[in-house]
């Protein structure tokens, strides 16, 4: 599989850019499209499912214009929005049930099958006969994803599925994901939560103020950051004064006063040792350090 985006722009009728002349191939395996809320995720992922048309611009899968061939794109795809809602008064069996019906698999017996081996992959089993919109959040996530599958799509695309989950449904969410990436598919992860990226994704973009900031490898990103994170030693005093300038990952008290984690481009007059980046920094270094200098109003999110 290889979707290929070209020159692709979003305007919305209030004349907001929210897409900016994005060009991107991203082949098998999973693909993690990262940015603060308002970056253009969401805009991006709508043109491609074909919910919304760019204003210009185009998406090719597999060498065939998507704006052409929707109802093949249709086939091919599972989609997990940000707000999925369920229908209420729905056992979860059910709702997979009629997800398979839309999804076109007309024969009753086929289509059970289907849906107990789905509610077993996704750890739902047990819930099966439990009303759908009763389960918990990290539960319908997972029931979100099992309709997302249940038509064998090609490309996957899951907006945001990881935000409001406690870690352990996070930690398992991703698993299931990356267990997906395994067969010949892409999957396209949209989060503005770092740590998806970095345990799952091989290949990323970094969107801001719908822009495509970066493209590359979660490696490449950090390979960005190298130099530019330390670990500062300073007294309750330089804290203080750092902490009005710098951004500053994580404070542990220390013997002296503090110690810190720091991104920064410049910390000579402080005791400090360089430390090797992780994603998290790398994303921190890139949307504070790089575009504040051509955008100041650049404001990252971690979590
Ligand atoms: P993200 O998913 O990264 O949070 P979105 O794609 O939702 O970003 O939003 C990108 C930009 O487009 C934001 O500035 C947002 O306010 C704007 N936007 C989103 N939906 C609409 C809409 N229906 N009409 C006008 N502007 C919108």
Redesign the pocket.
């Known amino acids: 599989m290889k979707i290929e985006i070209e020159n692709l722009n979003v305007v ?3 004349g ?1 850019h ?1 897409v900016k002349e994005i060009n991107l191939t991203i082949n098998n395996g999973m693909f993690g499209l990262l ?1 603060p ?7 991006l992922m709508k043109v491609l499912v074909a919910l919304m048309k760019p204003s210009s611009g185009r998406i090719m899968v597999n060498g065939e214009d998507i704006s052409k061939e929707r109802k093949k794109l249709r086939t091919m795809l599972g989609y997990l929005p940000q707000d999925f809602r369920f229908f209420t008064r729905l056992r979860t069996w059910e709702f997979l049930d009629y997800a398979g019906s839309l999804a076109g698999i007309r024969d009753r017996r086929e289509r059970i099958e289907k849906v107990d081996a789905l509610l077993d992959r996704v750890g739902l089993l047990e819930a099966r006969d439990r009303m759908a919109n009763k389960l918990s959040g990290g539960m319908k996530r997972r029931l979100g994803i099992a309709q997302a599958l249940i038509g064998n799509p090609k490309i996957i695309i899951v907006d945001e599925p990881t935000t409001g989950l406690d870690p352990d449904e996070r930690i398992r969410f991703r698993n299931i994901l990356s267990d997906l990436s395994q067969n010949d598919v892409i999957i396209i992860l949209s989060t503005h939560i770092v740590g998806d990226i970095s345990s799952t994704c091989h290949d990323m973009a970094l ?1 801001n103020n ?1 822009e495509m900031v970066f493209s590359g490898s979660p490696a490449g990103l950090i390979e960005e950051a190298k130099g530019h994170v330390y670990n500062l030693s300073v007294t309750q005093y330089e804290y203080e004064q750092l902490r009005e300038d710098i951004h500053i990952i994580s404070s542990v008290p220390g013997d002296a006063g503090w110690e810190l984690q720091v991104v920064a481009s410049d910390v000579t007059g402080y005791n400090y040792r360089t430390i090797d980046p992780n994603l998290e920094h790398a994303y921190v270094y890139y949307m504070e350090q790089k575009l504040s200098r051509v955008n100041p109003t650049v404001k990252t999110e971690l979590s």
């Not at 809320?37 to 805009?43: D, I, Q």
């Open positions: 919305y009728g209030n907001n929210a940015g809320n308002g970056a253009g995720k969401s805009t969107l719908g």
